[in-house]
């Protein structure tokens, strides 16, 4: 199994510009969440899904979109792009109990 | 609401000495505790977990945890540390919402002296 797949590692926007992150798992997993995280500031839940076709608001929503058309992929939207959103982005699997197994992380730069 | 309180952003331990991370949380009901650890550019790794049952946890490369109702701790130890684990580790709370949603800690970070 190759768990929790992000890509890419790295990129870097320009300001209004947009882009997906990808994710996928081959866990059969559920539950699957979107995370940025800012130095100093732990883990900040964007959105998160807990089935295909099934998604909802985290903590830190605005700015983002995503969708869940199959249990395997978590597609993170960002439609224009703020120096705001430079950060590191984790996605997440679970199948319950909060369990959450992450994904490498990209690290995007908005400039 | 859950939070998670993790008082100390930098702990400095000598290789081989033992080390205690403190973890607090807020929730009203019992609640379902992590401890996971991120090594430079990586992603987080689970190192243990608790739901019930023992208090005392036991968890991969040696950790374990203690969680303690009365104090709302859920404090990290290792008798003995190694440079390896020089990393950055954080505490999580889940609530039992149906949503397996988490909430972090800011973290701590682990430098190992030699």
């Known amino acids: 199994n190759a768990g929790v797949t992000q890509t890419p590692k790295f990129r870097i926007l320009k300001i209004g510009q947009s882009m997906t992150l990808q994710c996928a798992q081959d866990m059969n997993h559920n539950y699957m969440y979107w995370y940025r995280q800012d130095p100093g500031m732990g883990l900040k839940l964007i959105y998160y899904?807990?089935?295909?076709?099934?998604?909802d608001k985290g903590e830190v929503p605005n700015g983002y979109n995503v969708s869940r058309s199959t249990t395997e992929d978590f597609p993170l939207r960002l439609e224009l792009a703020a120096p705001s959103q430079t950060s590191v982005y984790f996605c997440?699997?679970?199948?319950?109990?909060?369990?959450?197994?992450f994904g490498p992380g990209t690290r995007l730069t908005v400039l | 609401a859950q939070s998670v309180t993790q008082p100390d952003i930098h702990i400095t331990v000598s290789e081989g000495a033992s080390l205690e991370l403190r973890c607090n949380y807020s929730y009203g009901a019992t609640p379902y505790l992590f401890w996971y650890v991120q090594s430079p550019g990586q992603g987080l790794q689970l190192l243990l977990k608790?739901?019930?049952?023992?208090?005392l946890v036991q968890g991969i490369k040696g950790f374990e945890a203690e969680f303690k109702r009365s104090q709302s701790s859920f404090n990290l130890r290792k008798p003995s540390v190694h440079w390896s684990d020089a990393a950055e580790y954080f505490c999580a709370v889940g609530a039992d919402s149906g949503y397996s949603t988490l909430t972090f800690g800011k973290g701590t970070m682990l430098l190992v002296s030699p």
């Open positions: 997440a699997s679970g199948q319950g109990y909060n369990e959450q197994f």
């Open positions: 899904s807990v089935g295909a076709g099934i998604t």
């Open positions: 608790y739901f019930s049952g023992d208090t």
